[in-house]
């Protein structure tokens, strides 16, 4: 079995994409065993499930709580390695009631899919093909319309995928934010942001370690990106609150600086 900080790094891995690398983290069982599957819960909020077309020629549905007045300012919101379980739909919920003029849609990037162990989530990770994962973010890019402005966030599995869509955006991108996620590698494909990127990072993070970040930086650097690092001394996926190492105080400060960056690049009030 391959080494966390093999797969971390990814330094023998070259010709996967960043998305893919982390994916190949679900055969290591420190990675699967530092995540505990979520506690029954059930959604009850607003909000519904959507549809729309995607350019494979297939549909894909997706949860949207839509603004209060008509806007054209929209926040995708990015599952964990679980899916899009109603713990996402929550959260989607939670930013839209804090981003008011910005529809808030969470999307599902599994097709339907939901994983509630850590086998079935490792399984589900590891088959999400790209080119879908693509298909369903500019499917939904396609129903936000020609006018929207993107944000993007998303945690472990979601917080690549959130790079990736301010990537896919192009000029609509605004916003993203990344809670330990792996980083885009290509210095060419990041020259194409249209935005800056807010990444939260875990220090005790076994996988998106400091050298993940280090380089990082000096790729947004050389791409003359903007980035900003929110770093804390905690472990991967400590702002999940099914996760036995969850910090409710870093949880709470970096859903804060979520916000507030996501308010600013959003020009919000």
């Not at 065993?33 to 077309?53: E, R």
């Not at 494979?56 to 964990?80: C, R, W």
């Not at 093909?129 to 396609?142: F, S």
């Not at 000096?218 to 190492?245: E, I, R």
Request: charged share 20%; glycine share 8%; with cysteine.
């Amino acid at each position: 079995m391959a080494s966390a900080q093999t797969l971390s790094c990814c330094a023998k891995a070259p010709a996967a994409n960043a998305t893919e690398v982390f994916a190949m983290l679900a055969t290591n069982e420190d990675f699967s065993g530092g995540h505990d599957a979520p506690l029954p819960f059930n959604y009850q909020g607003t909000g519904s499930m959507i549809q729309f077309k995607t350019a494979d020629g297939q549909t894909s549905k997706a949860f949207e709580i839509k603004s209060n007045t008509p806007s054209d300012k929209y926040l995708f919101v990015i599952h964990e390695w679980w899916g899009l379980n109603d713990y996402i739909k929550q959260e989607a919920a939670r930013f839209a009631q804090e981003l008011p003029g910005v529809n808030v849609i969470a999307l599902d990037l599994y097709d339907g899919q939901v994983a509630t162990d850590a086998d079935q989530a490792g399984k589900l990770m590891q088959g999400a093909k790209t080119e879908r994962a693509q298909a369903i973010i500019n499917g939904a890019l396609g129903y936000a319309g020609p006018k929207a402005q993107i944000a993007s966030i998303g945690w472990c599995f979601g917080g690549g995928w959130s790079i990736q869509t301010a990537l896919l955006a192009g000029p609509k991108a605004k916003a993203c934010v990344a809670y330990y996620g792996m980083p885009e590698k290509d210095v060419a494909k990041l020259k194409t942001l249209n935005t800056d990127v807010l990444f939260v990072f875990a220090k005790q993070d076994k996988w998106i370690n400091q050298e993940v970040v280090n380089q990082f930086q000096k790729d947004m650097a050389a791409a003359k990106k903007g980035l900003t690092v929110k770093a804390y001394d905690a472990d991967h996926a400590f702002a999940n609150p099914s996760n036995p190492k969850y910090s409710k105080t870093f949880a709470e400060d970096a859903h804060a600086a979520s916000v507030a960056y996501l308010k600013k690049n959003l020009k919000l009030k």
